[in-house]
C-alpha cells in the first residue's frame, strides 16, 4: 500500500505542487479546498497523471470549525496511518493594522492559524501513536519579518511559527517531525494580477522540492525550518 499525505489547500500553488511531487514518488493524497469545481479539476488532472496514485478530495472550508471537524472526521474513518501532514490552507488580505478593513483579523486568524491548529490536533495524535511521521507547517517570511501593507497576515503568521515551534517541542521523542516552511514570494494564485515579472517569484515547485528533500531525512534528523527566498530577495 501506498504512502499516505494530507495536504490542507491542494488545488492551486504550492499545495498542488506538493501533491504533484509526493504523487511522483507514489504518495496516496488527500487534499481539501473550499472550491469544488477546483477539486474536481485536481481529481481529473491527477488520474491521468498519476495512474498509481489515489487522490481523495474532500470540499472544506477551514475557516469555519464544523466543516474543519468533518475533514478531519473523513480522514481519521479512512483508517490509514498519515505518514506527511502538511498544513497549507492560508490567505491574504492586505491593509494595514490601522486602516484594513473590520474583520480581516478574525478571517486570517481563522483561516491561517486556527485551521492549522484544527487539524494538527485531529490528526498529528495518530502519527504520535505510530510514532513516526513528518508535519510540515506552511509558515512565510512575514512569520519572521514584518512588511509593509502586511497587516493582520503577520500576525497569523506569526503565530503560526510560533504554533510550529510548541509543536517540535512536544514532539521530540514521539518520533513525530515539525518543518516550519517560510517560503518568500512564490509565484501563486495571490500574487494574480500584480505588474510584476513572474521571474521575480519563486516556483511553487521549488518549495514542494525542499519540502520532499527534508522528508527524506533518516529519523536520527529534523530540519526545523525552511526559510526560502527568490535569489533577487524579497518583493
Given at each position: 500500500m501506498n504512502k499516505l499525505i494530507v495536504v490542507t489547500g491542494g488545488t492551486k500553488g504550492i499545495g498542488k505542487s506538493?501533491?504533484?511531487k509526493y504523487a511522483n514518488e507514489g504518495f496516496d493524497i488527500i487534499t481539501c479546498a473550499r472550491n469544488n469545481d477546483n477539486l474536481l479539476a485536481l481529481k481529473d488532472e491527477f488520474s491521468a497523471k498519476y495512474p498509481d496514485s489515489s487522490l481523495k478530495t474532500i470540499q472544506t472550508d477551514l475557516s469555519k470549525k464544523d466543516q474543519t471537524m468533518n475533514f478531519i472526521d473523513q480522514v481519521l474513518q479512512l483508517?490509514?496511518?498519515?505518514?506527511?501532514?502538511v498544513n497549507n490552507t492560508g490567505t491574504y488580505i492586505p491593509g494595514t493594522i490601522l486602516e484594513?478593513?473590520?474583520?480581516?483579523?478574525e478571517s486570517m486568524i481563522e483561516t491561517n492559524l486556527y485551521s492549522a491548529y484544527r487539524v494538527s490536533r485531529g490528526l498529528i495524535p495518530g502519527m504520535k501513536e505510530m510514532k513516526q511521521g513528518h508535519v510540515f507547517m506552511i509558515c512565510s517570511t512575514a512569520s519572521i519579518m514584518p512588511y509593509e501593507n502586511g497587516g493582520s497576515y503577520c500576525i497569523a503568521k506569526f503565530g503560526m511559527l510560533g504554533m510550529t515551534k510548541v509543536l517540535r517541542k512536544e514532539l521530540y521523542s514521539?518520533?513525530?517531525k515539525v518543518t516550519a516552511v517560510l517560503p518568500g514570494a512564490t509565484f501563486?494564485?495571490?500574487w494574480e494580477g500584480v505588474d510584476i515579472p513572474e521571474d521575480r517569484f519563486m516556483k511553487p515547485e521549488d518549495v514542494a522540492s525542499a519540502i520532499f528533500n527534508a522528508y527524506t531525512m533518516?529519523?536520527?534528523?529534523?530540519?526545523?525550518?525552511?526559510?526560502?527566498r527568490p535569489q533577487l530577495g524579497d518583493l
Amino acid at each position: 500500500m501506498n504512502k499516505l499525505i494530507v495536504v490542507t489547500g491542494g488545488t492551486k500553488g504550492i499545495g498542488k505542487s506538493i501533491i504533484q511531487k509526493y504523487a511522483n514518488e507514489g504518495f496516496d493524497i488527500i487534499t481539501c479546498a473550499r472550491n469544488n469545481d477546483n477539486l474536481l479539476a485536481l481529481k481529473d488532472e491527477f488520474s491521468a497523471k498519476y495512474p498509481d496514485s489515489s487522490l481523495k478530495t474532500i470540499q472544506t472550508d477551514l475557516s469555519k470549525k464544523d466543516q474543519t471537524m468533518n475533514f478531519i472526521d473523513q480522514v481519521l474513518q479512512l483508517n490509514r496511518p498519515i505518514e506527511v501532514l502538511v498544513n497549507n490552507t492560508g490567505t491574504y488580505i492586505p491593509g494595514t493594522i490601522l486602516e484594513e478593513q473590520e474583520g480581516a483579523l478574525e478571517s486570517m486568524i481563522e483561516t491561517n492559524l486556527y485551521s492549522a491548529y484544527r487539524v494538527s490536533r485531529g490528526l498529528i495524535p495518530g502519527m504520535k501513536e505510530m510514532k513516526q511521521g513528518h508535519v510540515f507547517m506552511i509558515c512565510s517570511t512575514a512569520s519572521i519579518m514584518p512588511y509593509e501593507n502586511g497587516g493582520s497576515y503577520c500576525i497569523a503568521k506569526f503565530g503560526m511559527l510560533g504554533m510550529t515551534k510548541v509543536l517540535r517541542k512536544e514532539l521530540y521523542s514521539s518520533g513525530v517531525k515539525v518543518t516550519a516552511v517560510l517560503p518568500g514570494a512564490t509565484f501563486t494564485a495571490s500574487w494574480e494580477g500584480v505588474d510584476i515579472p513572474e521571474d521575480r517569484f519563486m516556483k511553487p515547485e521549488d518549495v514542494a522540492s525542499a519540502i520532499f528533500n527534508a522528508y527524506t531525512m533518516s529519523s536520527r534528523t529534523v530540519v526545523e525550518e525552511i526559510l526560502i527566498r527568490p535569489q533577487l530577495g524579497d518583493l
